[in-house]
């Protein structure tokens, strides 16, 4: 009885792990330079001081940022685009 609680707590203490290191990975977003303008931007800037092109937006399923070229959220996989008909 004892063995099984230490190995299911070992299995809930490496879940909670795995899962916390995977919050902690960003993707990749838009950094370096503006596809609009080409100035140069920062990873966490939403928008490009320069021309207002909105460089990366939040999902509206679990509010994480995400580049706006993606059809998809990295985090939740909540389609973030209307597909075209």
């Given at each position: 009885?004892?063995l099984?609680?230490?190995?299911?707590?070992?299995?809930?203490?490496?879940?909670?792990?795995?899962?916390?290191?995977?919050?902690?990975?960003?993707?990749?977003?838009?950094?370096?330079?503006?596809?609009?303008?080409?100035?140069?931007?920062?990873?966490?800037?939403?928008?490009?001081?320069?021309?207002?092109?909105?460089?990366?937006?939040?999902?509206p399923?679990?509010?994480?940022?995400?580049?706006?070229?993606?059809?998809?959220?990295?985090?939740?996989?909540?389609?973030?685009?209307?597909?075209?008909?």
């Amino acid at each position: 009885m004892i063995l099984f609680f230490f190995i299911s707590l070992a299995f809930l203490t490496w879940l909670i792990c795995r899962e916390l290191e995977r919050r902690t990975v960003q993707p990749s977003l838009p950094g370096g330079r503006c596809g609009d303008c080409g100035g140069e931007i920062q990873s966490d800037w939403l928008i490009c001081p320069r021309c207002r092109n909105l460089v990366q937006q939040h999902c509206p399923a679990c509010g994480e940022a995400h580049a706006c070229s993606d059809a998809y959220c990295p985090w939740c996989g909540d389609a973030v685009r209307e597909k075209a008909a």
